[in-house]
């Protein structure tokens, strides 16, 4: 992520915390004004043709006696018919439809069409064809475009009606749009007095007023809340309105600048649900275009609590869609968001094109917060690589944009404005001007105003200062500052999930706090500050009552610990520019400096997918050594005779294997061969872990070979000799079995999960990368269709095992959070107090693992002494020394031993 002095400051500045990100056009604004329900298309509809009936009537009766007159046959008439174009409700009614879908470019030619017909013979359709044309337009973000399709007066049969009352909405959003508030207000003052005729859209019109709160900035902490209350209120108005009325388009985008709302003032816990019911509400009625500004709120959401991978995916579905439908106004926040996506892994190149595109389309919006936001963005990109003249020349851009914004909306203050000044005071810093870099990250620690986050990257940055300038005894105080208020921000947020992204957005401070104290050459205080950010919402759940401090490792204490285990700990953490690897074995500690985050993670991915699809040959073998050499070779020589290593790994080593990497020998010698590992998420958990080797009186539950669930997960041929062969172990009145119908979720959390000290699952699983605790164990559906386990159900039944294996696809999980690791099932069942768990870091081929854990449990009970991290290594080597295609470590590799309950 982040991880130069700049770096705090890109939270506000990148976050899109700009007029962008209501939902004032449709979409992303708190206001969306195109597509209305269905059923207001059914109304619209009906009085339409109430209107016309006796015209319809007469017309048809007229028609009738013309064929009588003429002799006109009903052959001819068909030929006719098929040569005239379609009628102009029909055309309406087409737009309308494609609107409400998003198919914004299809909508408008039908428009088009409908005004070009009306021009010259209908003033009455001409209008309605421009309202609707009015509405879409606000989408793509073309607001003049809007105002001149309704500048002519409306027509007298039209006045104080439907269209009057929408084309009057209309301009009232268009000139919030155009950061005209006195247009935008009075307009919206002419829309109350016109709504009374149409009830039905009242909600749309208190979504409005919503909407223009938005663009209101409070000077004081006591007006803003105020502010933000008048805001809750009219939107949840709206929200009652639109259910009252079954209006669930109308209902989507509520939902949506709800949670925009919430994630604006860094109410995370609040934010998630009403976004993800926007979402799905937006996907079940195919309105592409609300469904495409959701994700982009909730991709700004996910960003703005730390979760940079969650973000990614909302991120590039809201583009694509976008795109399709030219909606510039989510077009254009959303390249800066995923700008800010790759600066935060480190991508530089790939942040500069995203901003640099945001930054062309901002220009010609003329949107001038968010181009000036833009530009303080690639400031940051020209700080991160050195190039300090550019980015001076960008905040001072941002500088000019913002000061015309401000004129031009009466804003005197923007919570931008704050960021912006953070940046200064980075680029200050990096140019050796520490006065001016203090003072200006002072303005913003000092600030009432200043949002709790980015007080505590400031605080943060100010510490970087005074360490740049050698007050050595003000940088450590700053630091310590720092680490509190970025602890009061994470203890304000419930949610479990929540709390693991938060560790994303904290990252930089916690590597720039490390590197400043191995430049001291205190180690143990480094390694303490990794350790007290790492595993921390783990440990929260296993020990509630127990209270973290960032202290200095007790290295000689962890010493003894390892000796009496004959065990030695590798523990990494990754970061920009350099990464570290700290070694404690029984008689050494070592810090190492590796190779950047970017390039680790490069490799390790590329040599994960070469070892899932079996891939040989020198490239990837070439890879396995490479990181071998990177991440292991520099410490080989602490490792001695027969010791156990406990690797505790950060961000996407969490998805490696160490036991596939490759030795630096002329033939292939994979590390498995010299080494025993076991994982675990921190030092503190390694050794107060109860791991151990089995008793021999443990209760054992073996679960699995589910039923079916049709079109989304078959039967696995091989779970039944899976369960057995695990089950068949242990004595028969020590054991468990439930299988087929009746292996339901259900039958797990009535099993009284708490007596078992061995649990083995054979089934399917399922992974959540945007939520990772709604992973799942795939069970029998249940009389109520349910057939998911989920980790968060996992959690909330107490375990004693010893021991729970499952071999589910990534079953380990597939989220990585920063020094958090990998979360998921695997993560559950420790949470949940097993204290070892046997996990996939990928798919598991079915036909091999019966035998498999055949032998891993016979190995395993075969005597009391036996642990399991050797009888899994017994059994791998196993499989790594067959003759047919099991050798490939696709097939031993990815189950993996992880400890700490």
Known sequence: MWTNRSDSSIWDTLSGRTHDHSWDAPGHHVEGRVGFARWWQLWRRNRHRQRHRLSIIIAAAVFTLASIVTGCDHSSHAVVSKSQPPSLDAVYRDANTKSDTGELPAAIALTEEGIRRTRQNDIVWNWKFRVLEAEIRLWQRRSEEALNLVKPGVPVALASGEFDFRATLTQARAYNLLNDPENAEAFLAKAKKLVSAVPEFTGDLALAEATLL?????????????????????LQEALNLARQYNNKLLEAKVLGSQGRLYTQHNQFDAALGPLQASLDISNSLHAGHIAAATELNLGWSYLEKGDIDGSERFFEDALKFSRQAEMNLIEDPTLNNLGRVNLAQTDYPAARNYYELALKMAEQLKENENAANVSNNLALVALKTGQLDEAERYIQQAERFLSIYKKKSKN?????????????????????????????????????????PVRAEARGELANIYAASKQISNAERQYRAALRAFDAVRNSMKDKENRLAFSGREVDFYTDYIRFLIDQNRQPEALGIA??????????????????????????????FLKKKKQAIFTYWLAPKTSYLWVITPTAFQCFSLPDKHEIEQKIEQYRKGVITTSTGPDIEEL???????????????????????????????????????EPDPQVRYWIEDVEVVNASSIQLAIRSKAGPLRGDERMLAMGNAMAVPNLFPELQNAHDELYKAAKNFPPAQRTIIEREKATASAYKMSTPGQFGVMHFATHGSISLTRPLDS????????????????????????????????????????????????????????????QVIAGLWDVDDYVIPDFMNDFYRELTSSKKTTVSRALRDAKLRMLHMKDIRRFPRYWASLQLYTGS
């Open 531 to 560: 350790e007290f950010m790492r595993a921390r919402t783990l440990e929260e759940g296993l020990n509630p009552g127990r209270k973290a401090r960032p202290e200095a490792v007790p290295i000689q204490a962890v010493q003894a």
């Open 214 to 234: 938005y663009g209101k900035q409070a000077p004081t902490v006591q007006q803003q809340r105020i502010l933000i209350g008048r805001q809750e209120k009219k």
């Open 776 to 835: 799942a164990l795939i069970l029998s559906p249940d009389p109520d269709h349910n057939y998911r386990l989920y980790a968060r159900d996992i959690l909330k039944f107490p375990l004693h095992a010893e021991l729970v294996t499952f071999s589910a696809c990534s079953g380990a999980g597939a989220r990585t959070y920063n020094a958090e690791g990998l979360v998921g099932l695997a993560w559950a069942f420790i949470g949940a107090g097993a204290h």
């Open 624 to 662: 396995g050594r490479s990181l071998f050499n990177m991440l292991v070779q520099p410490a080989r020589q602490l490792l001695t005779g027969d010791m156990t290593l406990i690797i505790i790994p950060d961000g996407k080593l969490g998805r490696m294997n160490f036991e596939a990497l490759i």
């Open 412 to 452: 005197s203050i923007l919570p931008d404005e704050f960021s912006y000044r953070l940046t200064q005071g980075s680029i200050a810093n990096a140019r050796g001007q520490f006065p001016t870099a203090e003072k200006m990250v002072n303005s913003v620690i000092q600030n009432a105003m200043t949002p709790g």
